[in-house]
């Protein structure tokens, strides 16, 4: 894992560039994340735990709209930016480190909700620490706890295995920001390379490396039923506008 958290902690003060506003942003997600809670039964007092919360974006969203939330990360630069962000935004969220394939050893309760956004299950390389991690995560939920994950759309990337993904633009006062990234395939692993370029008063360009397992969504299905999930569902785009596919499962 030391890849992964060597990104995130390089990566940690600079993520909220990936995001036009990342402010609004939390808000935003909050919004649909809270809409699949309460059409799947779920109300505020549910006990709800962010298993791979980076700098807080979904975490600190659904404080604010009145959720009880943990959060765990397994990066500590990105653990502290979250925890100066929640402060900031006045929320009150309990912060552990913790890598998610092994939350029990973390977390002797039992949530009602566990969430795991922005394509974090897909840095798990190999199938083993895939099925170790969606095993750790289910088995944090309480009986009939719900688990919810945003995956990239493997199914139809590996289709054609484009070597970058087209860039973001946002506008600032002097110029603007693009951000991309670049992907080198082996097999179904790519090599990432994020590079966010700033065009403002001055040029700055930064880039940070990691890598991901394409992993298509019937391997991720399959895997929660065996760990005794029931009801799995895909939510997509058009059904949310949560920008990747969303995956529903409850325990």
């Given at each position: 894992?030391?890849?992964?958290q060597?990104?995130?902690?390089?990566?940690?003060?600079?993520?909220?560039k990936l995001?036009?506003?990342?402010?609004?942003?939390?808000?935003?997600?909050?919004?649909?994340?809270?809409?699949?809670?309460c059409?799947?039964?779920?109300?505020?007092?549910?006990?709800?735990?962010?298993?791979?919360?980076?700098?807080?974006?979904?975490?600190?969203?659904?404080?604010?709209?009145?959720?009880?939330?943990?959060?765990?990360d397994?990066?500590?630069?990105?653990?502290l930016?979250a925890?100066?962000?929640?402060?900031?935004?006045k929320t009150?969220?309990?912060?552990?480190?913790?890598?998610?394939?092994?939350?029990?050893?973390t977390?002797s309760?039992?949530?009602?909700?566990?969430?795991?956004?922005?394509n974090?299950?897909?840095?798990?390389?190999?199938?083993?620490?895939?099925?170790?991690?969606i095993?750790?995560?289910?088995n944090?939920?309480?009986?009939?706890?719900?688990f919810?994950?945003?995956?990239?759309?493997?199914?139809?990337?590996?289709n054609?295995?484009?070597?970058?993904?087209?860039?973001?633009i946002h506008?600032?006062?002097n110029?603007?920001?693009?951000?991309?990234?670049?992907?080198?395939?082996?097999?179904?692993?790519?090599?990432?390379t994020?590079?966010?370029?700033?065009?403002?008063?001055?040029?700055?360009?930064?880039?940070?490396?990691?890598k991901?397992?394409?992993?298509?969504?019937?391997?991720?299905?399959?895997?929660?039923?065996?760990?005794g999930?029931?009801?799995?569902?895909?939510?997509?785009?058009?059904?949310?506008?949560?920008?990747?596919?969303?995956?529903i499962a409850?325990?």
């Amino acid at each position: 894992m030391d890849i992964i958290q060597n990104f995130y902690n390089n990566l940690a003060s600079e993520y909220d560039k990936l995001f036009e506003n990342w402010q609004t942003t939390t808000k935003e997600q909050a919004v649909i994340l809270n809409k699949i809670f309460c059409d799947n039964g779920f109300e505020k007092e549910a006990k709800l735990l962010d298993c791979a919360c980076g700098i807080g974006t979904q975490a600190i969203g659904l404080a604010l709209a009145g959720y009880s939330v943990t959060a765990s990360d397994i990066s500590t630069a990105e653990l502290l930016e979250a925890k100066r962000r929640a402060e900031e935004n006045k929320t009150q969220i309990h912060f552990e480190k913790a890598d998610f394939r092994t939350l029990e050893s973390t977390f002797s309760q039992r949530f009602d909700i566990i969430i795991a956004m922005d394509n974090a299950l897909p840095h798990m390389l190999i199938k083993e620490d895939l099925e170790k991690a969606i095993k750790s995560i289910t088995n944090c939920l309480a009986p009939g706890g719900m688990f919810v994950a945003s995956i990239r759309d493997y199914d139809r990337v590996l289709n054609e295995k484009p070597p970058y993904s087209p860039p973001y633009i946002h506008k600032m006062q002097n110029g603007q920001r693009v951000c991309f990234q670049t992907w080198n395939w082996e097999g179904d692993i790519y090599n990432l390379t994020q590079y966010i370029i700033d065009d403002d008063k001055e040029l700055s360009v930064k880039k940070f490396e990691c890598k991901y397992r394409a992993v298509r969504r019937e391997e991720i299905t399959n895997i929660l039923v065996s760990c005794g999930c029931t009801n799995v569902e895909w939510k997509f785009t058009e059904e949310t506008d949560f920008y990747q596919p969303i995956v529903i499962a409850k325990k």
